[in-house]
T-cell receptor, first 112, second 113 residues
Framework: DQQVKQNSPSLSVQEGRISILNCDYTNSMFDYFLWYKKYPAEGPTFLIS?????DKNEDGRFTVFLNKSAKHLSLHIVPSQPGDSAVYFCAARAPGTYKYIFGTGTRLKVLA | NAGVTQTPKFQVLKTGQSMTLQCAQD?????MYWYRQDPGMGLRLIYY???????DKGEVPNGYNVSRLNKREFSLRLESAAPSQTSVYFC????????????FGPGTRLTVL
């Protein structure tokens, strides 16, 4: 059973517009969430994180929102740029553990 | 400062062959991890090492062994490769075991025929 789900395998957005990537999880005890970006033939790189005690975290063009009651988080990229075209993974950590459970990823394509 | 390096980048094995995937980090991190990524699935943890001298199983350890040679190096060994082990393997490191950010290497693409 997939505890962390990214239900949209792909997303296309026009340059300059907002990209919204979604992630749902099943375990309400997850206490920390991460977003990674991955380019082809490279390892994932860390983008942004959020603790379960917060509902929003911003870093430049990237904002992560956490809705605990819905067990849902989203990554907003504004404005989207062609260089943002990549696969985005969300990951969630169970409390008291080191383990992150990764979603299956969403491929974002930003069209120039 | 190279970060996390992995060798080889690509490898093709025949069923039953053995090989070792190498990983090294130069960030003085305590914790290191091995993941595999398969199509349509997220990254899954194979083994991890909280600190030099310790290793533990992750979600999918069967068919693999690991060695934490020193603080810098963490190797993954396939003793008898199987087609189900065809995957992309990523090594990662973090300052602490419960570190919020893991730094990944570029990956090794392994095909087992």
């Amino acid at each position: 059973d997939q505890q962390v789900k990214q239900n949209s395998p792909s997303l296309s957005v026009q340059e300059g517009r907002i990209s919204i990537l979604n992630c749902d999880y099943t375990n309400s005890m997850f206490d920390y969430f991460l977003w990674y970006k991955k380019y082809p033939a490279e390892g994932p790189t860390f983008l942004i994180s959020i603790s379960s005690i917060k509902d929003k975290n911003e870093d430049g063009r990237f904002t992560v929102f956490l809705n605990k009651s819905a067990k849902h988080l989203s990554l907003h990229i504004v404005p989207s740029q062609p260089g943002d075209s990549a696969v985005y993974f969300c990951a969630a950590r169970a409390p008291g553990t080191y383990k992150y459970i990764f979603g299956t990823g969403t491929r974002l394509k930003v069209l120039a | 400062n190279a970060g996390v390096t992995q060798t080889p980048k690509f490898q093709v094995l025949k069923t039953g062959q053995s090989m070792t995937l190498q990983c090294a980090q130069d960030m003085n991190h305590n914790s290191m991890y091995w993941y595999r990524q398969d199509p349509g699935m997220g990254l899954r943890l194979i083994y991890y090492s909280a600190s030099e001298g310790t290793t533990d199983k992750g979600e999918v350890p069967n068919g693999y062994n690991v060695s934490r040679l020193n603080k810098r190096e963490f190797s993954l060994r396939l003793e008898s490769a199987a087609p189900s082990q065809t995957s992309v393997y990523f090594c990662a490191s973090s300052p602490t075991l419960r570190g919020n950010e893991q730094f990944f290497g570029p990956g090794t693409r392994l095909t087992v025929l």
